[in-house]
């Protein structure tokens, strides 16, 4: 692979196991190259190269609230969508319209890290909530809305990706979403749910979002085409109440520049309606899930006993936590000098310490042999630490 065709961040000839990109051979090239001319020589060609409605794509729209409702039977009308440059769009939206300088926000520990980076940008308080196998840990959170109430203190939303959640992999259990739904009614706050992985799943059944638990009030729930077709098309969702819908489309940005992305939205609305979408997906879910076993076979094969990793039900990650006697920075040096990178845990936490002896692994861009021989070379620094940790010990007593 040469550097021209390598996307964001991705050294060439190294092993990129920090890349949360899909894999280049599951991108829909030829396809959407078919849809591009079809687009070209049809009636529309003209108006797709103009501003957008400010709503977005209707078609896509049409077609996400009738895919809604037949895969969760959600009631979702169009006024309660639109069509956005990718989730991270709908993050800065959302961001700059419901909190500002000093506002709090609650966040996983660990969370998504350029969402973390947007709402730094933004100088939000961020109030982290420790995490375990389930997800958010409901009784820290409720601890900290009480302490934070104490001192006057609201938040403005909580921020979560529910379903195979980047960094870990982890879904959050049914139950504490139903109480965090409770929780943000009692105290106030507006659940942002980030749902980019929910098609990348390999189990038939998810919890329902907290969209459905809520009846649609006070969360705004953010889907993307990323994962499944495209980065660079740039098209994601946001679904919410109608009134905050309304206000999101008539807002400055909008107003100025139109919908999100006219002509990429056309080729996504096209390649949804031509019935080729559950096809693709149904391929996406077959070749992550191998992607998936063969790096959780990896990890099965070389790592020392005091290694824990997660077992992703979804998703492109697995999050690694290493044993004590080495740190993330000492490995991220060693693994770097033989072209394996992986994503620090550091990143992931408000409090970059909390994450010295985790990192992220992402099995969804690189091939499987790759996958494989970066996980092996991980496995085999991990365990010359613990032999130069013994040995130290060992001439220390
Ligand atoms: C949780 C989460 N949200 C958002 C994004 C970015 O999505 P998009 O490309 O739609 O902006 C990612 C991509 O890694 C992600 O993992």
Redesign the pocket.
């Known amino acids: 692979m040469d550097l021209q065709s390598s996307p964001q961040g991705v050294v060439a000839g190294s092993i990129p196991l920090f890349a949360?990109?899909p894999a280049h051979e599951l991108l829909p090239i030829s396809t959407v190259r078919t849809l591009v001319d079809s687009i070209w020589s049809g009636p529309d060609v003209v108006r797709l190269f103009n501003y957008g409605d400010e709503q977005g794509n209707r078609q896509l729209i049409d077609f996400l609230a009738a895919r809604h409702q037949q895969c969760e039977n959600l009631n979702i009308g169009r006024e309660h969508l639109m069509i956005?440059?990718?989730?991270?769009?709908?993050?800065g939206m959302i961001t700059h319209h419901l909190a500002g300088p000093g506002d709090t926000v609650l966040v996983d520990a660990p969370s998504?890290r350029?969402?973390l980076h947007i709402f730094r940008d933004a100088k939000l308080d961020l109030q982290a909530i420790a995490i375990d196998d389930g997800g958010v840990i409901v009784d820290e959170m409720e601890r900290r809305l009480r302490d934070l109430a104490s001192v006057r203190r609201r938040p403005k939303f909580y921020y979560v990706?529910p379903n195979f959640?980047?960094?870990t992999g982890i879904t959050l259990a049914r139950e504490r979403r139903q109480a965090i739904v409770d929780l943000s009614k009692e105290y106030g706050f507006v659940i942002v749910e980030?749902d980019?992985?929910r098609d990348i799943r390999f189990v038939d059944d998810l919890p329902p979002s907290f969209y459905a638990l809520s009846r649609g009030e006070n969360v705004l729930r953010?889907?993307?085409?990323?994962?499944t077709l495209a980065?660079g098309l740039?098209?994601?969702w946001l679904i919410g109440p109608a009134e905050t819908v309304k206000r999101f489309v008539t807002s400055g940005m909008l107003r100025m520049g139109g919908g999100a992305n006219p002509f990429a939205a056309a080729i996504v609305a096209d390649f949804c309606s031509s019935g080729r979408w559950e096809e693709h997906v149904a391929r996406l879910r077959n070749q992550y899930k191998l992607r998936r076993d063969c790096a959780l076979a990896a990890l099965d094969a070389v790592m020392p006993d005091s290694a824990r990793w997660t077992r992703p039900e979804g998703?492109?990650?697995i999050w690694l936590q290493l044993p004590d006697y080495v740190t993330v920075d000492e490995l991220e040096g060693q693994a770097q000098a033989e072209n394996v990178y992986f994503a620090s845990g550091k990143g992931f936490f408000v409090h970059p310490e909390d994450g010295a002896h985790h990192l992220r692994l992402s099995f969804s861009y690189v091939p499987l042999d790759d996958l494989r021989s970066g996980i092996a070379t991980l496995g085999r620094i991990i365990k010359g630490a613990r032999r130069s940790h013994r040995s130290r010990r060992s001439r220390r007593h």
């Open positions: 949360g990109h956005i440059g990718g989730s991270t769009w709908g993050v998504y350029d969402a990706v959640q980047n960094p980030d980019v992985y953010l889907g993307t085409f990323s994962k980065p740039r098209i994601g998703g492109y990650f």
